[in-house]
């Protein structure tokens, strides 16, 4: 007797629960804050020396050269390396803001960036508006943290060189 009084107090329990859930509650509450879903794309790094940290990271930790960016005068720039399917290291010349051994930026994907920057701003963020890159075609903006640490969001797009390098993975 005991264990069906014990089942009927739950039964009772979860249809209140259940009534208060679908009447008292607001039905888009628990739609307010859409899930952007930000997950690690790359991390950027400054350094001294491109074409030996391009070299190292290709035989030493057998990543591949995804993409690169080559200056006007053939000196190598910005070049992304891909760890694995979908992660990247970017890596850059050092620069007077950007020393070399620096972490200069993370870049954070988002399924969608503007859902994203709507979410992060309503949070409380400062982030800039979104644009397209010049150089890989993603969608992009940037916020920064109180330490001054700046997160690249990114989109892919289907014509991104991220994307693209994603699509040639096996």
């Not at 979860?14 to 009534?19: M, S």
């Not at 399917?85 to 988002?110: C, N, V």
């Amino acid at each position: 007797m005991r264990r069906i009084a014990s089942y009927a107090r739950a039964l009772g329990l979860f249809a209140a629960g259940a009534v208060f859930g679908t009447f008292v509650l607001r039905p888009s509450a628990a739609q307010e804050k859409k899930n952007i879903n930000l997950h690690l794309n790359h991390v950027g790094i400054a350094v001294k020396d491109v074409d030996a940290t391009v070299n190292y990271y290709t035989k030493v930790m057998g990543y591949r050269v995804a993409f690169k960016f080559p200056s006007p005068d053939g000196r190598p720039t910005t070049t992304y390396m891909q760890i694995n399917r979908d992660t990247f290291l970017e890596i850059a010349p050092a620069s007077d803001t950007a020393l070399a051994g620096t972490i200069t930026h993370m870049g954070i994907q988002s399924d969608d960036i503007k859902a994203a920057v709507a979410q992060l701003r309503a949070n409380g963020g400062d982030v800039q508006d979104v644009h397209v890159s010049a150089q890989t075609k993603a969608l992009l903006s940037n916020i920064t943290d109180p330490n001054g640490i700046r997160s690249e969001l990114v989109e892919l797009t289907p014509d991104s060189l991220h994307q693209q390098a994603i699509n040639r993975w096996k």
